[in-house]
């Protein structure tokens, strides 16, 4: 093991120069709030129990690790699926939702506000509250709205209030603004709960670890299977990167794992409708944390373009900001075309309709070089079922 | 001495504190808009930098630094703006703004600019004490500006004796929390600013968010030595024909 670990930041939140807490005064009590207790009230036995109780019985943990053998067969080498997409609400966004539903009830809160980009964090939100009896309100951009109405539909059915974020670009950046905004406003009563690895510490570390389940899981699982808790890859994709950030968590430190990020190129890198942040952006703040971000030549942060909207972020954690600068992560990116491509192969291959995002991991099987030895990880964060507005088109292209 | 601490030195009462976007409503109407304030009796001149993500504000602000943005503000443009305004102008000017451009543009090339210009100060509400104290401050220092902290009701008292330690000029204390530009009751804002003053505390305490007219003007001073207007007076701007009679009309209500 190495003498740092990539996993936990120093005490101010940072991931070597990425991190921090970079907020106004007005939301400094609720944060350092969160600073101070996050860690202790995870660590109580009893919330522990409640935790693992409710994963297990709410949300159908363990999920299954999977051996793909059509599609393994394809790429002539050995591909395990983690099936997140199995969870409860469809993706794996809930792992952290339900963690962050019982950290604010500790705290005595009783509003919880959250920004959703595809609606799966949005969904899960709504999902927990209404678990727990406990008012939401989702901040989702307009345009997100409008693409992704099941997501909306299901929110509302929850009893959620979800609330457009007509700003900007109209999408999960600017609804990321007003969940902010609403929690400066509100600095008392409300939880914020955010869906990625994002913003100021402590919830990049915070999502990181409730997400972390997933590769706690995979190991063991993956022992079962081969013998060994390692693979040689693990794949994901990454927006903001909470699911990579927990599909990598528990290989962090073991270097002989390569991690795989993969980004979403939209019309592709150099086409000016893209949202790959590690290849367009630079060191910048965004949403409470250096990180790295898409932004232009006088900081301005730049409207990103992607087909899946939770990929449609211009920044990243910086604990991934973090990975790619030291190198640790190998970093890709798969546009709307490849993704999309990606999913109607592993619809046919595996019988899985794998939502968008997840596409795009699915996409990098492609590019890399993959042997038959190899052991390979690739986190299904979410199903498809939400995107099937957009399959629908895609098939009316083809003709199919 | 700075010009801001001349400032409260000569006036410690109802200083009157005007923020205005840089680049609204036109791109060349910065300097107009900074005249037109000092002329009809702004005591201090609060320049927001436009940013597309501005957090900390409500929806007034945030439009005019998408109208400035579109107008093709940026920071290198504003001090082609700033070169010579010192010959017309004579009220402390502070800069508003948010961390990223300031750190695209280079923290210390942008003190160093400002300063040359004839910048009194700045108030960067997303950059904290913590990353102040380790990395920035001592720049800040280097280059003779005053750094303004905020502070709110929920700020405690331990945190508000470092900021304003830490702070020059004077100390930010944000009415309630928000937003800027909402309409939250400013109901317990006077037991706060008697709770600031018993503090007796190094800096002179300006009120801002949520003062718009000349009786929240008045309240705010009661228990301060002054106070902040923004979104009204945008608001104001956004309304008038001509800037200069817009300007001359809000202040002449403000301070009648």
């Known amino acids: 093991m ?3 670990s990539y996993q936990t930041p120093s005490p101010q939140g940072y991931y070597g120069k990425f991190g921090g807490a970079f907020i106004p005064e007005m939301l400094h009590p609720n944060v350092e709030e969160l600073q101070q207790r996050y860690l202790e009230i995870m660590q109580e036995p009893g919330f522990q129990l409640e935790f693992r109780d409710l994963l297990r019985d709410y949300v159908g943990r363990p999920t299954p690790l999977y051996y793909a053998k059509r599609l393994s067969e394809q790429f002539s080498t050995n591909i395990y699926l983690k099936r997140e997409d199995l969870c409860h609400t469809g993706a794996h966004k809930i792992n952290n939702t339900i963690g962050q539903i019982l950290l604010a009830l500790r705290l005595g809160k009783t509003r919880i506000i959250a920004e959703t980009g ?11 509250c209404a678990l727990k009896g406990i008012e939401c309100i989702v901040y989702m951009g307009e345009k997100d709205i409008e693409r992704q109405a099941p997501n909306v539909a299901r929110m509302r059915m929850l009893g959620a209030k979800v609330v457009p974020a007509t700003s900007g670009s109209k999408t999960l950046k600017d609804a990321t603004n007003e969940a902010i905004r609403d929690w400066i406003n509100n600095p008392k009563d409300t939880h914020y709960i955010i869906g990625s690895v994002v913003g100021p510490h402590p919830y990049p570390d915070m999502v990181a670890r409730f997400q972390s389940v997933i590769s706690e899981e995979t190991r063991w699982q993956l022992k079962e299977k081969t013998g060994s808790e390692l693979p040689t890859h693990v ?5 903001g990167g909470s699911n990579a950030a927990g599909a ?12 795989v990020a993969v980004e979403a190129a939209g019309h592709g890198v150099n086409s000016g409708l893209s949202a790959a942040t590690t290849a367009l952006g630079k060191p910048g703040i965004l949403h409470g944390s250096k990180s790295l971000l898409m932004q232009t030549e006088d900081g301005q942060v730049i409207e990103p373009h992607s087909i899946s909207a939770g990929l449609d972020y211009p920044g990243i954690g910086p604990l991934h900001a973090h990975l790619f600068d030291s190198g640790r992560g190998h970093f890709m990116s798969a546009t709307d075309e490849e993704a999309m491509r990606a999913a109607f192969e592993v619809a046919r291959l595996e019988g899985i309709i794998p939502a968008l995002e997840t596409a795009h991991a699915f996409a990098a099987l492609n590019r890399l070089e993959l042997k038959p030895t190899d052991q390979v990880v690739l986190c299904l964060s979410g199903r498809g079922d939400k995107d099937l507005a957009t399959y629908m088109k895609q098939m009316e292209m083809l003709g199919e | 001495m700075s010009r801001i601490k001349e400032l409260f030195a000569v006036k410690p009462n109802r200083v009157l504190n005007v923020y205005c976007t840089a680049g609204y409503p036109g791109p060349d109407s ?3 808009v900074m005249e037109a304030l000092q002329e009809y009796g702004a005591d201090l001149i609060e320049l927001g930098m436009p940013y597309s993500d ?3 504000d409500g929806p007034v602000i945030q439009e005019s630094s998408s109208v400035a943005l579109a107008n093709g503000m940026t920071i290198a443009r504003l001090f082609e703006q700033l070169k010579d305004f010192r010959k017309r102008i004579s009220v402390p000017v502070i800069l508003m703004g948010y961390m990223n451009p300031v750190l695209q543009y280079g923290f210390e090339r942008f003190c160093k600019d400002a300063a040359a210009a004839g910048v009194d100060g700045l108030i960067l509400p997303d950059l904290p004490e913590y990353e102040f104290e380790t990395e920035y401050g001592a720049i800040v220092k280097q280059y003779g500006l005053d750094f303004i902290f905020l502070v ?5 008292e331990q945190r508000v004796r470092k900021l304003d330690q830490l702070s020059s000029g004077f100390l930010y204390a944000v009415s309630s929390s928000s937003t800027t530009g909402s309409n939250k009751e400013m109901g317990d804002v006077n037991s706060y600013l008697q709770r600031l003053r018993n503090y007796k505390l190094k800096n002179p305490v300006m009120v801002g968010f949520g003062i718009k007219d000349r ?6 001073c009661e228990n301060a030595n002054g106070a902040i207007i923004g979104s009204a007076f945008i608001k104001a701007l956004n309304g008038s024909e001509d800037v200069k009679t817009g300007i001359k009309n809000f202040l002449s209500g403000v301070l009648a």
């Open chain 1, 2 to 4: 190495p003498t740092t």
């Open chain 1, 118 to 128: 595809a609606g799966q964090h949005g969904v899960a939100t709504a999902t927990v």
């Open chain 1, 235 to 239: 794949i994901a994709c990454v927006g």
């Open chain 1, 248 to 259: 990598f968590y528990h290989y962090l430190d073991e270097l002989s794992v390569q991690l």
């Open chain 2, 30 to 32: 910065t300097l107009e």
């Open chain 2, 54 to 56: 501005p957090l900390a």
């Open chain 2, 152 to 156: 709110t009701p929920e700020t405690s």
């Open chain 2, 215 to 220: 009786e929240s003007f008045d309240a705010a």
